[in-house]
């Protein structure tokens, strides 16, 4: 099946450095791939959807400049976030949609990245 | 607008009951899907099912099975003699013809040894 990666897994940082986290697509290529955050004990919660090529989509109440998304590629998608303070530590889950297949309305999610900002 | 309700927050079972998570969604689109993801300890998200609007089939996967009402807009999902193995969140999601997911707030079933 279509595998998506996450890296790193963990990641720590001191607050106010900036944080990268690369969501790649393994064996397909991803025209469109989202990205999620979750807080502890709770859903989780559409961020962005990053279109290759293109500028991403951001939810109501993401900041597009807190939370740098970049598609630079058909397997590779980054979400960058700048000047992190501890209110974001959460854990950010990247999905990609796979057009090659006639299951297209299916997502398939990375394991996780869990930032912790200290 | 789309919403996923998951209405049990946390549940606990013994080993080799029966349980099932209920799962009520509310969508205007006439083509959706519907979704189980599991989510263990680890917080990687494992896909459990996937079901599309017009197919109300319920279906059964070994010691899961997932009860499908469009006229009561339920997906519940049931494990039958559960083990210790099945403790996780669950979430229901749906996705509508944006392609957008939405999720509910998820069950975390605990099966006690």
């Known amino acids: 099946g279509a595998v998506v990666s996450q890296h790193p897994s963990r990641v720590i940082c001191k607050s106010g450095t900036s944080v990268k986290i690369e969501c790649r697509s393994l064996d397909f290529q991803a025209t469109t791939m989202f990205w999620y955050r979750q807080f502890p004990k709770q859903s989780l919660m559409l961020m962005a959807t990053?279109?290759?090529?293109?500028?991403?989509?951001?939810e109501q109440g993401v900041e597009k400049d807190k939370f740098l998304i970049n598609h630079a590629s058909l397997t590779l998608s980054t979400l960058t976030v700048t000047s992190a303070h501890p209110e974001d530590s959460s854990f950010y889950i990247c999905?990609?949609?796979?057009?090659?297949?006639?299951?297209?309305?299916?997502?398939?999610f990375g394991p996780g990245t869990r930032l912790t900002v200290l | 607008a789309q919403k996923v309700t998951q209405a049990q927050t946390e549940i606990s079972v013994v080993e080799k009951e029966d349980v099932t998570l209920d799962c009520v969604y509310e969508t205007r689109d006439t083509t959706y899907y519907l979704f189980w993801y599991k989510q263990p300890p680890s917080g990687e998200l494992v896909f459990l099912i996937r079901?599309?609007?017009?197919?109300?089939q319920n279906e059964i996967s070994g010691r899961y099975s997932w009860n499908f009402q469009k006229s009561t807009s339920s997906f519940n999902f049931t494990i039958t003699a559960s083990q210790v193995v099945d403790s996780a969140v669950y979430f229901c999601?749906?996705?509508?013809?944006?392609?957008?997911?939405?999720f509910g707030t998820g069950t975390s079933l605990t099966v006690i040894p």
């Open positions: 079901r599309n609007s017009f197919d109300e």
């Open positions: 999905s990609a949609k796979n057009p090659g297949t006639r299951k297209t309305d299916t997502q398939y």
């Open positions: 999601a749906l996705k509508n013809a944006g392609n957008q997911f939405y």
């Open positions: 990053s279109n290759e090529g293109s500028k991403a989509t951001y």
